[in-house]
């Protein structure tokens, strides 16, 4: 459904990469998704916002609220 940014499998692994490679350091992990590029065509559904939260349910936490705050100097 979202081939190109929303691979759940992939997401999981690349969270889980950082967090270990991390452990000692105090960071945020977090995903912006463009909700709006994924379901371009939803103009014509009557209840467009919760059809959309509904199709995005399995990254909700993602989609909504998932910012990312970087230490200085942190690569992987």
Do not use: C
């Amino acid at each position: 459904m979202y081939d190109k940014t929303m691979e759940i499998e992939r997401l999981q692994e690349i969270i889980s990469k950082i967090r270990s490679q991390t452990s000692k350091k105090n960071i945020e992990i977090g995903l912006q998704v463009n909700v709006f590029e994924a379901t371009a065509n939803l103009v014509t559904v009557m209840n467009n916002m919760t059809w959309v939260s509904h199709k995005i349910n399995p990254l909700s936490d993602a989609a909504l609220a998932i910012l990312y705050q970087w230490v200085s100097n942190f690569s992987f």
